[in-house]
């Protein structure tokens, strides 16, 4: 290093952005910021050289010393010119490389102790190798980049210099910043011809590859210009034979709209390739139909779209209590999952089954759902669905094929992330055709369903956005497999109380705007309502209830448009209710009116909710048979059998002759002989009509009872509790009799049914008879027997031991 570059001197320096200034480089330059015009007039002023340096960063607006780079070049500024705006153009010449060996501190701009850096050259005869390659290979940079004029070329060959000539070239190399950086750094002058070397063998890699490039582009656009061309003949041609008249291009617009729907990859993929297809397709073939309604099929449905909605739990509980009364269970099972929602993310939709008789809001209380959970609602009726193409679509392949039901609604619904109602999932059923209860298998599982594959669709499509509902009457039209995916939740049938305020806030008031009332027009009161659930309408719902209310006020617009006074206000009271619908369908009151021998009043669920059931015994001379009528099942007349042999244990200690039941034959008939009837919880009902008979004791009419009896004596635990305890509140039954272990389901009875009755639990079968058949005052319907005669008898030794 010569002694001249170790001097310093202090000159005022000046950031540039994306440019690097080099030696012997004349260069116009734009500033605009304040520290750098000061410095710029500084230099001008003192007839001094000004130190240009390139900033790191050009986004910085002020740099500091950090953010500049130390080495750089002085330049003499040759001319400067204010413009308008406040801006100064500076025409300068770069002179020589110089580095910052400190800055020192000025108020108006940069300034710095600099030091002079000279060129290194260790080896002259590669110094000339390295110069001549670099001519060639500039000359033929020059050559392919049109950019550079001829000018230059021609003032390289008087340039005999060679760092003069490598500073010179690397100007006018379209290089980035930090590359030119980079060289102006390099003080070895073999390395820096080198690294200028490299850099230029890569532009010029690049440069062919863009003219390659560039030349299969206007290759690709001269085709396209041509399936042009030819498309526009191809329409002229169709508008000539009466084909696509309105001039349209269908399959372009399919084509946009692909474009324009966020699609997932597969398929978009899948979408695309059918469009080509398409394309290759003669118009009028059969096959073109089938791709164009498939592409449809695909746009018309949401995957990606989703309804999004900010979850209030207090206004959904308020929503869902202004549409319905009562329904605590799946209002509670809603709220739950709505308030766990606006904790999570995503969180896989629940599916609930909503199971109970017709009528009491299953379906209604899933649009109150949706309304609540701000989210649009879709519903789909299975009832009678017995085809399992129906639920997953058919193939492609077939005439008229078309996708499933659930795709179907899906497209309707055009959102992701609808309330989806199944409709009726127990009134599905089977035949050659498949199964669709195992179709929906894969719908109805969480763990699949974010992948369910319709036939048609033949892509995998993700339901587990959906909040699915499911509906049913009875859970035994439901496969196991389907119950299992789903949350069970039992909607018991309404209570005369309930069904009043249900009137009075709902019904009343809708039939009054359907009817074209004012709400003043029709007063109903309270007896007038209760008349009608007791003697008009049997049912767990409000159905049939609404449909009579309707009756009502249809009697009375005719009667006032009969008598033409528009005006006239109406009173429904209990006693004018008779004079609007009739004889009464129904008698209010006890099952029966007095005590009989041989007639008990049973307790029996049914698909509608519960209802009283009257078992009837008589005995005849005979040989000992029993028979059995009413159109029962197996099990309810193995309860027969049970509720015989029960008695038969039990004829000593009742004062029987032990072989009593071989000189009669017993009849048990169960009334409404058209109606099937099934089940074990009448085995205790039987048993005691049975006892009432051959005793000739009277029954408590007042009291019901329900549970299935064992050979023991037993009373085993029932199911359908509440809407059995519904049902003996409604015949005005005053006590009933249960088993003792469906104590624990009184929780879920409603309390004021519970206050309305006497509910004795009872264990044993001893219990029931002593509860409900009636005796005389001081009489005992069990007798003691001796030990010996019970040891004597087989029957009674292998049961219960005498009390």
Same mark, same amino acid.
């Given at each position: ?17 994306? *440019? ?71 025409? !300068? ?25 000279? &060129? ?130 269908? #399959? ?98 629940? *599916? ?53 039901? !659930? ?61 699915? *509902? ?18 069970? #939740? ?184 058209? !109606? ?71 929780? &879920? ?55």
């Amino acid at each position: 290093m010569s002694e001249k570059s170790m001097q310093t001197s202090l000159y005022p320096v000046m950031s540039l952005r994306d *440019i690097v200034v080099f030696p012997h480089m004349v260069a116009p330059l734009v500033v605009g910021r304040s520290k750098s015009i000061r410095a710029l007039e500084d230099a001008m002023e003192k007839r001094t050289e000004i130190l240009l340096v390139t900033q790191q960063d050009s986004t910085v607006d002020d740099p500091s010393e950090d953010e500049i780079y130390r080495v750089g070049t002085l330049a003499v500024v040759m001319q400067l010119l204010r413009l308008p705006d406040g801006t100064i153009k500076a025409l !300068i010449e770069g002179k020589r490389k110089a580095e910052i060996v400190s800055f020192v501190p000025h108020s108006q701009f940069m300034q710095a102790e600099v030091r002079l850096v000279e &060129d290194i050259t260790d080896n002259t005869q590669q110094v000339e190798v390295f110069v001549r390659r670099l001519r060639k290979q500039f000359a033929e940079f020059a050559d392919a980049h049109r950019k550079i004029p001829r000018e230059v070329l021609k003032s390289l060959d008087k340039i005999t210099e060679s760092g003069k000539l490598a500073d010179v070239i690397s100007a006018h190399l379209p290089l980035r910043s930090a590359e030119k950086q980079n060289i102006l750094e390099i003080v070895s002058l073999p390395k820096r011809i080198e690294k200028i070397l490299e850099f230029m063998h890569r532009e010029m890699e690049l440069a062919a590859l863009e003219k390659d490039i560039n030349t299969r582009t206007k290759k690709q656009m001269g085709k396209t210009q041509r399936n042009y061309f030819l498309g526009e003949k191809v329409k002229v041609i169709q508008n000539e034979m009466g084909q696509n008249e309105d001039g349209v291009d269908e #399959i372009g617009e399919l084509e946009q709209a692909v474009k324009k729907k966020t699609l997932p990859k597969l398929v978009r993929d899948k979408a695309v390739k059918e469009l080509k297809k398409l394309r290759n397709m003669p118009p009028m073939s059969a096959e073109t139909t089938v791709v164009r309604n498939y592409v449809d099929c695909i746009l018309d449905l949401p995957w990606t779209k989703k309804t999004r909605a900010k979850i209030n739990i207090v206004k959904a509980e308020k929503i869902l209590n202004e549409d319905h009364f009562g329904l605590e269970k799946p209002k509670e099972r809603i709220l739950e999952y709505l308030a766990v929602q606006a904790q999570v993310k995503k969180l896989q939709g629940p *599916i609930i089954c909503l199971v109970g008789p017709p009528g009491v809001g299953k379906t209604s209380i899933s649009k109150s759902i949706a309304r609540a959970m701000g989210r649009k609602f879709t519903r789909l009726s299975l009832g009678g669905v017995r085809d399992e193409a129906e639920i997953r679509g058919h193939r492609r392949t077939y005439v008229g094929a078309m996708p499933g039901k !659930i795709i179907q609604a899906m497209q309707k619904a055009g959102v992701a992330n609808p309330v989806f109602c199944l409709d009726e999932v127990d009134k599905m059923s089977t035949d050659f055709r498949g199964d669709p209860s195992s179709a929906l298998l894969e719908v109805l599982d969480p763990e699949q369903n974010n992948a369910f594959n319709d036939h048609y669709l033949d892509l995998d499509y993700d339901l587990s956005d959906i909040f699915f *509902i499911t509906t049913a009457n009875n859970l035994e039209g439901i496969p196991l497999p389907l119950q299992d995916r789903m949350e069970i #939740i039992r909607l018991n049938g309404y209570t005369e109380e309930e069904k009043q305020q249900i009137a009075e806030g709902f019904l009343i008031p809708k039939q009054l705007k359907v009817n074209g009332f004012k709400e003043d027009d029709i007063t109903l009161t309270r007896g007038g309502i209760l008349e009608i659930v007791r003697c008009y309408t049997r049912e767990a719902g409000v159905r049939n209830f609404e449909r009579t209310i309707a009756s009502v006020f249809r009697k009375i617009a005719r009667d006032r448009l009969k008598i033409n006074k528009k005006d006239k206000k109406y009173k429904v009271t209990a006693t004018s209710v008779l004079k609007f619908l009739g004889t009464p369908k129904f008698r209010y009151g006890l099952a029966e009116e007095r005590d009989e021998v041989g007639l008990v009043t049973g307790l029996a669920w049914t698909s509608v909710g519960g209802e009283l059931l009257q078992i009837e015994t008589t005995l005849m001379p005979g040989t000992g048979k029993m028979i059995v009528t009413g159109k029962l099942g197996d099990v309810m007349q193995e309860s027969a059998q049970a509720a015989l042999s029960y008695v038969r244990s039990r004829a000593m200690r009742l004062g029987l002759a032990s072989d009593f039941y071989q000189k009669l034959d017993i009849h048990i008939h169960v009334p409404e002989g058209a !109606i099937p009837k099934d089940g074990p919880s009448a085995g205790i009902t039987m048993a005691t009509a049975l006892v009432s008979a051959i005793l000739k004791l009277p029954v408590n009419h007042e009291i019901a009872m329900t549970g299935e009896i064992t050979l023991r004596g037993r009373v085993l635990p029932i199911g359908g509790l509440t809407e059995k305890l519904l049902a003996a509140k409604r015949g005005h039954i005053k006590t009933v009799l249960i088993p003792k272990e469906n104590e624990r389901n009184l929780a &879920d009875v409603p309390a004021n049914i519970r206050r309305s009755l006497t509910i004795h639990c009872l264990d044993n079968v001893d219990e029931v008879l002593e509860k409900a058949l009636v005796l005389k005052e001081g009489e005992e319907l069990f007798k003691e027997v001796s030990l010996e005669s019970v040891i004597g008898d087989i029957t009674v030794s292998s049961h219960n031991a005498p009390h």
